[in-house]
């Protein structure tokens, strides 16, 4: 019956929506000093989900878009300042951006991640974007790519494929991963579970910092990576890419294929891609069992029209990854590079159709994104049948209805609801089976005023977690659990733009994270983290006081940001090994017994501050410096020691060199030193002090012209002096873990070079 009315419902928006009257805009780009016209700019509307580039002449066309409504508009071109203005579709009055020629392209870009798609000067969320190219690097995945292009932002790892994303020193449950507008769920709370997305999908990533829960409920306590895909190109016109990368470190080879289209607004997308590594190289050797394979195919039906547009998105991604079962005082290293992972190891799947809709009436519309994701996360000891066996089945409903714009003011209301329902089909058990039911309401609105912007939201929210009872041989593992959590969450946000230079933004706020299943119920051994593991189901919700605020310049041959932030979290859940206390169980391939260190999940309250930035100067238009840093530090307030887990402190610096030579464009070289601080600040129960460190990176890259069509080569080095370090959030380094033999411990990655192309084709 449920089901038949939200049907009814929907169809019932597609016929009043159909009525929308069909409309074209027409513009123009030239350069703001000489009047020229701009060949090739792209001119894009993130809401409509569609994009054009500029002709012969610099006119545009966006067809079949709506007659009515106002619209982010972002016009970008290479070595001109990009611009974001706000557009009224109801003029007929034809379109003129007049660009400026800048070293900085992209000091103005569009966040859609927020209730209210704007430019980042007017929005008051801290957040960096990053493109497609600064994806396309010499990373493992895609949050090892983003580590390293984002201030406040870092990375758990386990060996070189698993990455958790770090903002601000939280993680797992606190971070949303944002794709096609639903909330990715697999398994969030693992140390060695990873992000199942393909990180050459994307056409850009927005890293929302500080609490986003006002929007996307409990879980986005330290932020959103919002993962945009490509938008559909002008109507009758075919794109695509391809592009492939060689690694010398793991022999890691990535190839990716993607075709594009739109024909009179029905549109589509298809993409495969392919990674595959053996073991990585340390300055000690190739660490065992450290190779993986990934496959992924993901693509897109859909139509834009008038009255909006309506996406199917699906995907499908399959990764293995081996893993080296060491003890201490095993032999970790070996000289290997075959690309057969032995046991132990994983196999990962993960399904996902989502549902992308924006129906419009006149100056209103309704964003409705529809979810279902399936998420297999197999564990394999020593043959094909797996000892656990995650499987979780997530529904999901997201939509938001934007209001008529008045006198500046503008109002959006959402409603959200999520089904996950997760079994455990393995002989090995870590987490009861258990239903999570959620859902949330919200009200959300923005007043702009002269160079001024205020923001201010409420949001309910009430979540279910029932974990199943279970027993194996007559003996309880699982005794069960039924909790529910309601939540009251508020934000506040002011911008102020002193200049085209200067800007200010700051956020005020609370928000929570309900306990996860995990953290609530576990009671077995973790294998990846060599801990026996116990929940406490009487667990509270984690309460988020915080505030942070930001101060933007760019103008000229310099541009940066500075932002400080604090975060006080009532009753933060962590897990921890009091008494040294130890659980001995009999290891189900050996049968022989196996003492494992027990941690136990509590609460503490939690105070984390630190400040973060970058800093960009051009003393010429050809010369880039590039600097950005971060640091965190996070109390354990209730014991008075460190929190667990917190990156070290970073500072990134990278001199670009950019001259112009004959029949080469973008051509480039570039030097970088990343200076990594040592990290004392640690909670000793379970590890141990890291050393601080430098590395030394290099690259180049240029493109050239096949026909018509560009081609881009680069060649990129890490790690250059192939240095010995362990990063403070590997979770391979000495003593995670391991303290009772502080030489088991596996380095970093050694010195890799990149080699790689990229191909972008189109035709009528």
């Known amino acids: 019956m449920k089901l038949k009315l939200i049907s009814s419902l929907f169809f019932l928006f597609i016929q009043f929506a159909a009525f929308a009257d069909a409309n074209i805009i027409k513009g123009k780009v030239v350069d703001a000093k000489t009047n020229e016209t701009l060949i090739g700019a792209v001119v894009s509307v993130p809401d409509l989900h569609i994009s054009v580039a500029t002709s012969a002449n610099g006119e545009f066309v966006l067809r079949s878009v709506p007659s009515t409504g106002k619209y982010v508009v972002q016009v970008q071109y290479v070595s001109y300042k990009t611009i974001t203005q706000t557009v009224d579709f109801a003029s007929a009055t034809p379109l003129l951006f007049a660009m400026q020629a800048s070293v900085v392209e992209a000091h103005e870009v569009v ?13 008051s969320t801290s957040a960096t974007v990053v493109g497609k190219e600064q994806l396309q690097g010499s990373s493992t995945n895609l949050i090892d790519a983003l580590a390293r292009q984002v201030p406040g932002f870092s990375q758990i790892t386990t060996s070189q494929a698993i990455s958790k994303p770090v903002i601000r020193g939280l993680s797992y449950n606190r971070v949303v991963t944002l794709n096609d507008g639903v909330k990715q769920q697999g ?61 010398t470190n793991s022999g890691l080879i990535n190839t990716s294929l993607m075709l594009t289209g739109n024909e009179n607004g029905f549109v589509w997308r298809g993409r495969g891609t392919y990674q595959n590594a053996h073991s990585y190289n340390t300055p000690a050797g190739y660490f065992q069992n450290s190779g993986f394979n990934q496959t992924d195919v993901n693509g897109m039906l859909g139509v834009n029209k008038a009255w909006g547009y309506s996406h ?11 893993f080296f079962d060491a003890e201490p005082g095993d032999n970790l290293y070996s000289n290997t590079t075959s690309r057969t992972l032995d046991y132990p190891k994983q196999d990962i799947r993960h399904y996902k159709l989502a549902w992308n809709n924006n129906f419009i009436f006149g100056g209103s519309s309704l964003k409705l994104d529809l979810g279902f994701q399936k998420n297999q996360r197999r564990e394999l000891e020593d043959n094909p049948s797996p000892v656990l066996f995650f499987d979780l089945n997530t529904y999901s409903l997201d939509a938001k209805y934007y209001m008529h714009e008045f006198d500046g003011w503008h109002p959006v209301i959402g409603l959200s609801a999520s089904l996950g329902h997760s079994v455990n089909k393995g002989v090995e058990l870590l987490v009861p089976a258990y239903d999570e039911y959620s859902t949330g309401a919200f ?18 929210d009430y979540i279910q977690n029932k974990g199943k009872q279970q027993f194996v041989d007559g003996e309880e593992v699982f005794t069960g659990f039924d909790n529910k959590f309601g939540n ?37 051994v973790h294998e990846g983290t060599n801990r026996y593991e116990i929940g406490n189901g009487s667990l509270a919700p984690e309460r988020s006081y915080q505030a942070d605020a930001t101060l933007e310049y760019g103008s000229g041959f310099v541009t940066g940001s500075f932002g400080i932030y604090e ?4 009753n933060y859940i962590y897990a921890s090994n009091t008494n040294n206390e130890q659980i001995t169980v009999i290891d189900p391939t050996t049968n022989q017994p196996r003492s494992y260190d027990a941690y136990r999940y509590g609460q503490v309250n939690a105070n984390l501050y630190g400040f973060e930035g970058n800093l960009t100067l051009h003393p010429v238009a ?50 970088g030193i990343d200076n990594y601080f040592k990290q004392t600040r640690i909670d000793a129960t379970f590890e141990t002090p890291a050393d601080g460190y430098t590395l030394l ?63 972008p084709f189109g035709t009528k």
Do not use: C
């Open 111 to 123: 966040i859609t991640g927020t209730p209210i798609t704007a430019g980042s000067r007017s929005n």
């Open 187 to 247: 398994q969030q709370f693992g140390d060695e579970h990873g992000i199942e997305i393909d990180q050459f999908q994307a056409e850009r990533v927005e890293v929302l910092r500080g609490a986003a829960s006002l929007m996307y409920g409990s879980d986005a306590l330290g932020g959103v990576i919002n993962i945009i895909d490509p938008p559909s190109p002008a109507e009758g016109t075919v794109k695509g890419e391809v592009l492939s990368n060689y690694s």
């Open 312 to 322: 199917l998105n699906f995907s499908y991604f399959k990764t293995n990854i081996g």
């Open 443 to 460: 009200g959300y609105i923005k007043k702009v005023w002269d160079k001024n912007t205020f923001s201010a939201g409420l949001r309910v």
């Open 488 to 524: 009251l969450s508020g934000a506040l946000g002011y911008t102020h733009a002193f200049n085209d230079a200067l800007s200010f933004k700051a956020n005020a706020g609370t928000a929570f994270r309900a306990p996860n299943p995990a953290e609530l119920g576990s009671n077995g």
């Open 567 to 570: 975060n006080y979290i009532h």
């Open 622 to 671: 050809f010369l880039h410096f590039e600097n950005t840093f971060s640091y965190t530090r996070a109390q354990n307030e209730s014991f008075d020691r460190p929190l667990p887990l917190i990156p070290a402190g970073v500072l990134h610096n990278t001199l670009r060199f950019e001259p112009k030579v004959k029949g080469l464009s973008d051509f480039y070289l570039s030097a």
């Open 697 to 759: 990176n290099a690259g180049v890259g240029a493109t050239f012209k096949l026909g018509a069509q560009p081609l881009k080569i680069y060649v990129s080095g890490n790690n250059l002096t192939n240095k010995r370090y362990y990063d403070a959030l590997s979770r391979l380094r000495p003593g995670r873990y391991s303290q009772e033999d502080p030489t088991f411990g596996v380095y970093n990655p050694g010195r890799n070079i990149t080699f790689g192309f990229y191909l």
